[in-house]
């Protein structure tokens, strides 16, 4: 038998979710304009660099891709870039990997243009990053799936939702690894600056951000990396490119579909990968 005073003991019930939802319909009513406002900014800005990527002859993308490997990490990656992405064109999914690309040239410019400002004042601030740090590991353990389903909420289905659950999703590593990059930094080398006269401006344009480039680089990539994966979810929302093609092989139970969707998406992560880390470690002087 159980304690009868345990069994009188009842735990409110809380309607979390009730609030939430009352709290998202708040915001939509409320900060409609703005909603507005990011949709036709943020889908401008993914439509004008799919057109600067579909417009060329894919042949001639795949040099210029090649050319870029060449350039920066040497012959191996530009021969692996030249065959994979002819595979691509081969697979006739060239078009949708050119979609995929601008969806997270998008989103990352976005996540890295918000992420380390607040990496930088995180660095600068005890306080502030106290306070943004389990505001980033709420970020990080979220379900994407509920970012999408917000981001749907707010700014419709098409490839805007799948921009704006991107950035929530993949901005924790910018924010944290400039932080990281720039507490690493030498105090004695920063205090030498100062002892030259340097203002904090210039220190942390001309000491901190240089040398703490390649945790922020690191950073860069890692969005990169999650900005892809999210990518491919938010075909669900209509998105376009590999993710829809994905979603589609998955609905419809074509194994071969969904394959070939899933290598291009491998082999536009790889690429973007090598290419983000070359520009990483360095010697510094």
Do not use: C, H
Request: overall charge negative; cysteine-free; hydrophobic content about 60%.
């Amino acid at each position: 038998m159980g304690d009868p005073m345990l069994a009188q003991v009842t735990v409110p019930d809380l309607p979390v979710g009730s609030w939430v939802s009352d709290f998202v319909d708040f915001l939509n009513s409320s900060l409609g304009w703005l909603f507005g406002f990011i949709r036709t900014v943020v889908g401008t800005l993914t439509e004008w660099i799919e057109g600067i990527l579909i417009a060329p002859d894919p042949l001639l993308m795949v040099a210029i891709f090649t050319l870029i490997a060449f350039f920066i990490k040497g012959w191996k990656l530009a021969v692996f870039t030249a065959a994979s992405f002819l595979l691509i064109i081969s697979m006739g999914r060239f078009e949708e990997t050119m979609v995929s690309l601008a969806l997270v040239i998008v989103a990352v410019l976005i996540a890295v243009v918000v992420g380390a400002p607040l990496g930088i004042l995180a660095a600068r601030s005890d306080r502030f990053s106290s306070v943004v740090r389990p505001v980033l590991d709420f970020m990080q353990t979220m379900p994407a799936f509920i970012y999408l389903l917000l981001a749907v909420f707010f700014f419709r289905l098409g490839a805007v939702p799948g921009v704006m659950a991107s950035v929530v999703f993949a901005m924790p590593p910018a924010v944290r690894l400039t932080e990281l990059g720039i507490r690493q930094v030498d105090r004695e080398v920063v205090e030498a600056a100062q002892a030259f006269g340097a203002k904090p401006r210039e220190v942390l344009w001309g000491v901190q951000l240089p040398l703490a480039r390649p945790s922020i680089m690191a950073g860069i990539n890692q969005v990169i990396m999650l900005t892809l994966s999210m990518v491919v979810i938010a075909g669900l929302a209509g998105a376009g490119g590999l993710g829809e093609t994905v979603v589609s092989g998955v609905q419809r139970f074509q194994v071969g579909l969904g394959i070939e969707g899933g290598l291009a998406v491998v082999i536009l992560a790889i690429f973007l990968d090598r290419v983000t880390a070359s520009f990483g470690p360095s010697e510094t002087r």
